[in-house]
């Protein structure tokens, strides 16, 4: 069974920057791609960004790029999100979560890291 655990969340002022990361433990863990959501209060979970395991590829929601990047390191089973130039509007729960392979469900979730920005 695939655990993530999120940590790197906390509360920062507009224009600072938060480093979010998830570590991934289970038996031959060997995703397709890792990627973060987010939840603000009263709205539905929305895609961030996204990243495949073997070869680098990312996507991003169009809000985000060019102030969040999304990077891995295989050899600690670790999905990370810097996030800079951040806004109140990316007040959020942060979840990361996996997918097994090209176009299935993202499959495992972890509990999510509260990320505040005051104004």
């Known amino acids: 069974q695939v655990q993530l655990v999120e940590s790197g969340g906390g509360l920062v002022q507009a224009g600072g920057s938060l480093r979010l990361s998830c570590a991934a433990s289970?038996?031959?863990?060997?995703?397709?791609?890792m990627g973060w959501f987010r939840q603000a209060p009263g709205k539905e979970r929305e895609f961030v960004a996204s990243?495949?395991?073997?070869?680098?590829?990312?996507d991003y929601t169009d809000s985000v790029k060019g102030r969040f990047t999304i990077s891995r390191d295989n050899a600690k089973n670790t999905v990370y999100l810097q996030m800079n130039s951040l806004k109140p509007e990316d007040t959020a729960v942060y979840y990361c979560?996996?997918?097994?392979?090209?176009?299935?469900?993202?499959?495992?979730w972890g509990q999510g890291t509260q990320v505040t920005v005051a104004s």
């Open positions: 990243i495949t395991w073997n070869d680098d590829n990312t």
């Open positions: 289970g038996h031959t863990f060997s995703p397709y791609a």
């Open positions: 979560t996996n997918q097994i392979g090209y176009g299935t469900r993202w499959s495992h």
